[in-house]
């Protein structure tokens, strides 16, 4: 095949921007906070089911401080009602039974009161560590909502980014016979598809060719498109190339 050296060398602004496009593509696709959003989703997950978890032990203990102010209500309902029927008996048995039942009641309200600082000591224990794994939950909330809205920057930027450099390859491939072009593309599809040959080193697959390619390059007319015989892309020939 044969194309002029202007054309072969407009080949690399061609693999150029097919590389900067792939590289908006990944970009727009595979933006660089995925993997730290995906591991904040488990997280996130994982923060949500302990928080429930804690979350039902503090109401369990709500519910429990909340029966034994009912019980210690009841209780002293009841001193206080035997304590009036006390003052007003008149009968000396009567008064010595509700004695004897002001003091068990007063032991009962002892106990329950004991047990109602054992609860609220609990429940502080227990909403404190609710607020604490909501506090955990909030930060792993804000660094998602933080890198999401990064993404989905970078994601528009990255399309912006890819149809610029696609109109801009649109127009120098218009520039490129259609042969030649074909030939990039197949051989785009498994290499570089064009690269310029420096100093002996294809900067395609960076291998250094060996010697009597090199001489069979050096024989070869300006106008003829060779290949590297590592990767197979295009060799485009240059004063860089250092064939003189």
């Keep these: 095949m044969n194309a002029s050296p202007e054309n072969q060398r407009t080949l690399l602004d061609i693999a150029d921007l097919d590389r900067r496009i792939a590289q908006a593509e990944r970009a727009r696709t595979q933006p660089s906070q995925g993997a730290r959003i995906t591991e904040l989703v488990a997280i996130r997950q994982e923060q949500l089911r302990e928080l429930t978890s804690l979350t039902g032990v503090r109401d369990d203990v709500r519910t429990e401080l909340k029966r034994l102010e009912s019980d210690v209500a009841v209780v002293e309902q009841r001193r206080n009602r035997d304590a009036e029927r006390l003052a007003a008996s008149t009968n ?18 002892s106990n329950l009161e004991d047990a109602e600082l054992d609860v609220m000591g609990r429940l502080e224990e227990a909403e404190a560590a609710v607020a604490a794994q909501q506090a955990l939950l909030a930060t792993t909330t804000a660094e998602g909502t933080a890198l999401t809205s990064q993404a989905k920057a970078d994601v528009a930027a990255a399309t912006d980014r890819g149809a610029e450099l696609a109109r801009d390859r649109a127009a120098v491939v218009a520039t490129v016979p259609a042969d030649l072009l074909a030939e990039y593309t197949r051989r785009a599809a498994n290499s570089a598809g064009a690269a310029l040959l420096t100093r002996a080193t294809c900067e395609g697959c960076r291998m250094v060719l060996p010697s009597t390619d090199l001489n069979d390059i050096r024989r070869a007319k300006d106008d003829l498109v060779v290949f590297c015989p590592e990767c197979g892309c295009i060799l485009v020939r240059t004063e860089e190339s250092g064939l003189a």
Excluded: F, G, I
């Design 92 to 109: 000396s048995k009567d008064a010595q039974a509700l004695e004897h039942e002001l003091a068990s009641l007063a032991r009962r309200q």
